[in-house]
């Protein structure tokens, strides 16, 4: 079990994102919405095309929906399903989390928590452009 994150920041900010290594010891990104009084968590990509929700500006939600950015389809925060665009009959994959006394654990035995943020966060890259025109 380890300690997340507490409901009341996941409320104030609209998600919260870590990552951690899945069964295979791969990294994934997993975030936590709000849900109701509460809070559920899933993996950051879509069903349809695995486009993360959470590129490193929060989840992008509205009434209770997390919207693809790609394709706009809508995920329900609190069961996963989606029933629009190109994601339609799909569910997310859940992670198991727990809440004690406003406080948000990860309690899936699948999945170690590596870090806070996204999987490039740890060790992404400098701050220097090497785009060139």
Not at 81 to 87: T, V
Not at 127 to 133: D, E, I, P, W, Y
Request: aromatic share 6%; glycine share 12%.
């Amino acid at each position: 079990m380890h300690q997340l994150t507490t409901v009341e920041q996941v409320h104030e900010e609209g998600s919260y994102l870590f990552t951690a290594a899945d069964p295979y010891g791969d990294p994934e990104e997993i975030i936590v919405v709000p849900c109701g009084d509460g809070v559920e968590a899933w993996v950051n990509r879509c069903t349809h095309e695995n486009q993360r929700f959470d590129t490193g500006r929060g989840v992008p939600m509205r009434d209770g929906e997390i919207i693809c950015p790609r394709h706009g389809s809508l995920f329900d925060a609190c069961g996963g399903d989606c029933d629009n665009g190109e994601a339609a009959g799909t569910t997310l994959p859940d992670i198991d989390i727990a809440e004690r006394h406003g406080t948000v654990f990860l309690i899936d035995d699948d999945y170690e928590f590596s870090h806070e943020g996204g999987i490039d966060d740890d060790d992404g890259p400098s701050s220097t452009s090497h785009l060139q025109l």
